[in-house]
């Protein structure tokens, strides 16, 4: 059996992200919960205008060594773009916490990893919630990159249209990576104001963060300040805590990761906390 476990771990680890994404199209607007035999779960949270298909490799290889894994689709996400439009960003914590809940129902321990605006989420509820066990940020805004330019002419920029289209540096942004694939690639502008607030939020919520933190950012990252991920670092009050940079790589990794060694570390980070 714990052959077996390992096969299937190497598989996960090795396997081409687009080849799965071939086979898997049917299961990307798709909350996954898989049940585990260690008696710890992990709750996953997917970003802004994505779905959680691109943490669904993390959370097979979690699974598969041991793991509940719970991801759930966020309001407004995983349908269309219109579906955004009258989502407030508490709407989306409240659907973290009643995940949680859900989860509270089947472990008694229990870790949160979020990518993107997910991490943002992931710093309020931990800050919030002191029985979690410990909890993974990746790729979070602690600011975005020119922020308050960019918060200003989204605000002016919606007096004249109510969407806006994505745009990708040509590097880190081609076509084939999973989450431009999975996301909607036009959003209403209020949305990205309300994901501006959630990031505010956060920021307040860090130094009330006392559990075990894993922080992972792309030094490439084009979303986010160069910085943010040392602010976040210095600012969480954890006594264990943790920050890893993934070289070459696009905002939102884990879902492109092809053969690193980033699912090991937070498999890990987890067992060892």
């Known amino acids: 059996m714990v052959n077996e476990l390992l096969k299937k771990a190497k598989s996960i680890l090795f396997a081409d992200p687009n080849l799965l994404y071939k086979e898997e199209r049917h299961l990307v607007n798709q909350s996954f919960y898989f049940e585990g035999t260690n008696g710890k779960a992990?709750?996953?949270?997917?970003?802004?205008?994505?779905?959680?298909?691109?943490?669904?490799?993390?959370?097979?290889?979690?699974?598969?060594?041991?793991?509940?894994?719970?991801?759930?689709?966020?309001?407004?996400?995983?349908?269309?773009?219109?579906?955004?439009?009258?989502?407030?960003?508490?709407?989306?914590?409240?659907?973290?916490?009643?995940?949680?809940?859900?989860?509270?129902?089947?472990?008694?321990?229990?870790?949160?990893?979020?990518?993107?605006?997910?991490?943002?989420?992931?710093?309020?509820?931990?800050?919030?919630?002191?029985?979690?066990?410990?909890?993974?940020?990746?790729?979070?805004?602690?600011?975005?990159?020119?922020?308050?330019?960019?918060?200003f002419f989204a605000k002016f920029l919606k007096i004249f249209k109510s969407y806006n289209k994505k745009r990708y540096p040509p590097t880190f942004g081609v076509s084939t990576t999973i989450t431009r694939l999975i996301s909607y690639q036009t959003y209403p502008i209020q949305s990205a104001i309300e994901a501006h607030g959630l990031i505010e939020k956060s920021r307040e919520a860090l130094t009330e963060i006392s559990q075990p933190c894993f922080i992972i950012q792309s030094a490439s990252d084009h979303v986010v300040q160069k910085n943010s991920l040392e602010l976040i670092y210095d600012k969480i009050n954890s006594s264990i805590k943790k920050k890893q940079y993934i070289s070459r790589a696009y905002h939102t990794f884990i879902s492109d990761i092809k053969n690193d060694r980033i699912f090991q570390d937070i498999l890990n980070f987890m067992e060892e906390n």
């Open 42 to 151: 992990v709750l996953l949270v997917h970003g802004w205008t994505s779905t959680p298909y691109e943490l669904r490799r993390l959370g097979k290889y979690l699974n598969e060594n041991g793991y509940t894994v719970y991801a759930p689709q966020l309001k407004g996400h995983g349908t269309i773009p219109k579906d955004l439009e009258q989502v407030r960003w508490t709407d989306w914590l409240e659907d973290l916490e009643k995940s949680y809940a859900f989860l509270l129902q089947k472990e008694n321990r229990i870790y949160l990893a979020g990518t993107s605006i997910g991490a943002n989420l992931v710093a309020i509820l931990a800050a919030q919630k002191k029985d979690i066990a410990g909890i993974i940020l990746m790729a979070m805004p602690y600011r975005i990159k020119l922020e308050t330019p960019a918060l």
